[in-house]
């Protein structure tokens, strides 16, 4: 099965093209399993993410397509959501979906990946970047609030990578992930970033499969030509590290299928 959870729609303000013309396209591309998991409404950073408002719209549309195209593919309705301390809203965590994705975006008020702020990792020790990064991936499963990790190592986007051993500054993460039985995403669009990898890494990679963490695929679309981008080498990658397995989700219960 070819499984793409993680993809968003314009209602995020940085998407381009209908849900519909989303599916159509999941659908030429062979995907068997589609998510939408648009960016979560908050107070904050509010110009990137769709309006509390627009929740019940988003979820009708989802919904609908789901019913439409029931014969050609299996559409799930998940949201990303920022885990950023004082900023997670109960009424988005009580939405009736199939799964989310919990993501870190944020250091303290700084949106790392955002290339109108790249300047500000000139100001800080690379090391202590990714330590309070991996921190806040810590936390996040440590939270379970969550099924699934978005872009575990987003923080190399731009390829300001650390001198410590990556292992090092991430192992308490990956145990609190294992404790917490989350999810791991492959997740391509690191391999479109200045970065040109997969979120995560070989070395993550490698920790994850000897801690025996699952994994599912997301392609992180926010355009009709990203739906299902890279999708074969991401599951090379899987393959590489020993997974035969991957995760998909229904009512926020994990099923393991084959890919």
């Known amino acids: 099965m070819i499984i793409d959870l993680?993809?968003?729609?314009?209602?995020?303000?940085?998407?381009?093209?209908?849900?519909?013309?989303?599916?159509?396209?999941?659908?030429?591309?062979?995907?068997?399993?589609?998510?939408?998991?648009?960016?979560?409404?908050?107070?904050?950073?509010?110009?990137y993410r769709m309006d509390f408002g627009e929740m019940q719209g988003y979820e009708q549309e989802v919904l609908l397509l789901r019913e439409n195209h029931r014969d050609a593919i299996k559409i799930l309705l998940a949201y990303e959501v920022d885990f950023l301390e004082g900023y997670i809203d109960e009424s988005v965590l009580k939405r009736d979906v199939?799964?989310?994705i919990g993501s870190v975006h944020f250091l303290?008020?700084?949106?790392f990946d955002n290339p109108e702020f790249i300047g500000e990792y000139t100001h800080h020790?690379?090391?202590?970047?990714?330590?309070?990064?991996?921190?806040a991936i810590e936390a996040l499963a440590q939270s379970r609030l969550f099924e699934v990790v978005g872009h575990l190592d987003l923080i190399k986007i731009f390829n300001y990578l650390p001198k410590k051993d990556i292992r090092s500054i991430a192992q308490k993460a990956i145990k609190a992930i294992k404790k917490a039985d989350m999810?791991?995403?492959?997740?391509?669009?690191?391999?479109?970033?200045?970065?040109?990898?997969q979120y995560p890494g070989d070395v993550l990679m490698e920790l994850l499969a000897q801690s025996d963490i699952p994994i599912t695929f997301g392609s992180d679309a926010h355009s009709i030509d990203q739906?299902?981008?890279?999708?074969?080498?991401i599951r090379q990658v899987a393959k590489r590290y020993g997974y035969k397995k991957c995760a998909l989700f229904e009512k926020r219960e994990r099923e393991m299928v084959n890919f």
């Open 125 to 135: 020790d690379i090391d202590v970047i990714w330590q309070h990064y991996f921190d």
């Open 183 to 197: 999810v791991v995403e492959i997740n391509a669009a690191g391999l479109r970033k200045p970065v040109k990898e």
């Open 98 to 100: 199939d799964y989310f």
């Open 6 to 47: 993680h993809n968003h729609t314009p209602l995020c303000h940085h998407a381009k093209g209908s849900m519909q013309s989303f599916v159509e396209q999941a659908v030429a591309r062979k995907i068997d399993v589609f998510g939408f998991s648009d960016h979560a409404p908050m107070r904050f950073d509010e110009a």
């Open 227 to 233: 739906i299902g981008f890279c999708q074969e080498e």
């Open 108 to 111: 303290g008020k700084w949106g």
